[in-house]
């Protein structure tokens, strides 16, 4: 849930709060994978995450079409 916090304030420039915007209403750029990866993550009820990390990791890498300058997907996201 922290890491989708964090993913969401960098990805719009606001904190998620309350009711979230879907962050496509706001960054249209992103591909679909990844922003429904960040909004379920950000989920207010615990049991529709991700089950744990590499699961969201794995989530987050079939958004891998999304480019910043300097910013590499693993070939194979691990955790733990």
Sequence with gaps: YSLAVLGYELLTG???????????????DLPRPMADALMQALS?????????????????????????PGLRWPADPVCC
């Design 14 to 28: 606001d904190v998620p709060a309350g009711l979230i915007e879907p962050i496509r209403k706001r960054r249209k």
């Design 44 to 68: 207010p009820n615990p049991d529709n995450r991700h089950a744990d990390m590499a699961a969201f990791a794995h989530a987050l890498h079939k958004g891998q079409g999304f480019a910043l």
